[in-house]
């Protein structure tokens, strides 16, 4: 998990890289950075604090034991399960914080290529249901699921939703998956309408239709959290769906740096700016 979590880390990191440089080539200046370029600048903060939360937690433990297996612990073991309970909960928000952040990255690009027409409409719908969701699954963290909020750290824990965060997977699942799909669709119209060649329509279709990939991951997470108990296997899963997302976000963004590096014709269209 270590090494995979922090190469995945650096792709990230480098990816975000090549959108900043694609950026300041496109806008002209890094003083014309928008809101969303500024975001995702802070996104490889949290990314990188999910990394070693994660990591943490995969060194320590936590609350998450099987039956009678908490009264088995030396107090060492004990004073790291509560530890790596924490880092638990840091994890989470971290996750939790870099998935939104990345939505609303997607949907302030989606805002300005939908400037006057319809979709825009869908797009300030989407914006305000991510909104909702994420206000949702933070009251419901720490102050529905898991009462008193101490128990996220107590080993062993009186209530088992403190430590399994069943409840707390799928409300995040149902905002989370639901918002990426609608925000799937959004780009499709906008290129089929659009009056750019054919074979440029199928490349741009795919690129933007990477999203499906964070939506398998997505899917895998909450598939490995439900059905593997007391297992740590859904850490690389929690580190594979925020890559993925970091991934899919930045790579259509890469574009003016590719065709300056390898001196390619424009597929950036002005709207985009």
């Not at 997505?218 to 598939?223: G, I, M, P």
Request: charged share 15%; proline share 4%.
């Amino acid at each position: 998990l270590a090494i995979e979590s922090w190469v995945l880390l650096s792709i990230g990191v480098f990816l975000i890289s090549c959108r900043m440089a694609s950026r300041r080539i496109q806008l002209g200046s890094f003083a014309k950075f928008q809101l969303d370029d500024y975001i995702m600048l802070f996104t490889t903060l949290t990314f990188t604090g999910v990394i070693v939360s994660t990591n943490q937690v995969a060194n320590n433990g936590s609350n998450y034991l099987p039956p009678g297996a908490a009264e088995l612990l030396t107090p060492e073991e004990m004073d790291s399960a509560v530890y790596g309970s924490k880092m638990s909960i840091v994890l989470e928000q971290f996750n939790l914080f870099t998935l939104w952040q990345i939505k609303s990255c997607i949907l302030l690009l989606y805002g300005r290529l939908t400037v006057g027409l319809k979709e825009r409409v869908a797009v300030k719908f989407i914006g305000w249901y991510c909104l909702l969701g994420f206000t949702v699954i933070q009251i419901t963290y720490w102050g529905v699921w898991c009462r008193p909020v101490q128990q996220y750290w107590q080993v062993p824990v009186d209530e088992e939703q403190c430590a399994t965060y069943v409840h707390h997977m799928i409300t995040m699942s149902v905002f989370n998956i639901s918002s990426d799909l609608m925000m799937l669709f959004i780009p499709l119209p906008l290129l089929i309408n659009s009056s750019l060649p054919l074979k440029r329509k199928l490349v741009l279709c795919v690129v933007f239709g990477l999203g499906i990939f964070v939506i398998l991951a997505a899917v895998l997470n909450r598939y490995f959290n439900f059905t593997e108990n007391y297992s740590l296997i859904f850490l690389n899963w929690y580190v594979g769906e925020v890559s993925t997302a970091v991934f899919v976000a930045n790579i259509p963004l890469c574009w003016p740096l590719i065709r300056q590096v390898f001196s390619l014709d424009d597929w950036v269209t002005k709207r985009s700016r």
